[in-house]
Nanobody, 128 residues
Framework: QVQLTESGGGSVQAGGSLRLSCAAS??????????MGWFRQTPGKEREGIAV???????KLADSVKGRFTISQDNAKMTLYLQMNNLEPEDTATYYC????????????????????WGQGTQVTVSS
């Protein structure tokens, strides 16, 4: 059973920084083509993929966060991170960590890859 637990959300002013963490248990990416990522959603809008990293270390960032957000992972701690700098009010959302393992290579946009496992989300609020 894969469990993902996010932490690190909060309220900051525009221009500030936050680091989100996602602790994973039961996740074994070496058993297939793994991928972990961060998604966000605001009320009334579709969930948006913003940063993903696969088991080969390939990273894809959404255009809206390039240059401001960084995704990384600590395999020893089985923890995924999202460093968010220069936050903008438009970044206000609930942020979700997700993970997936598949025996089949995903050839589409990594940010559009379906993920089987999801955390409960952590709220990020950026005030102007």
């Amino acid at each position: 059973q894969v469990q993902l637990t996010e932490s690190g959300g909060g309220s900051v002013q525009a221009g500030g920084s936050l680091r989100l963490s996602c602790a994973a248990s039961g996740y074994s990416p070496n058993k297939g083509r793994g991928c972990m990522g961060w998604f966000r959603q605001t009320p009334g809008k579709e969930r948006e993929g913003i940063a993903v990293i696969d088991s080969d270390g390939n990273i894809k960032l959404a255009d809206s966060v390039k240059g401001r957000f960084t995704i990384s992972q600590d395999n020893a701690k089985m923890t995924l991170y999202l460093q968010m700098n220069n936050l903008e009010p438009e970044d206000t959302a609930t942020y979700y960590c997700a993970a997936d393992i598949s025996p089949v290579k995903w050839d589409g946009d990594p940010l559009q890859r379906p993920h089987a496992y999801w955390g409960q989300g952590t709220q990020v609020t950026v005030s102007s």
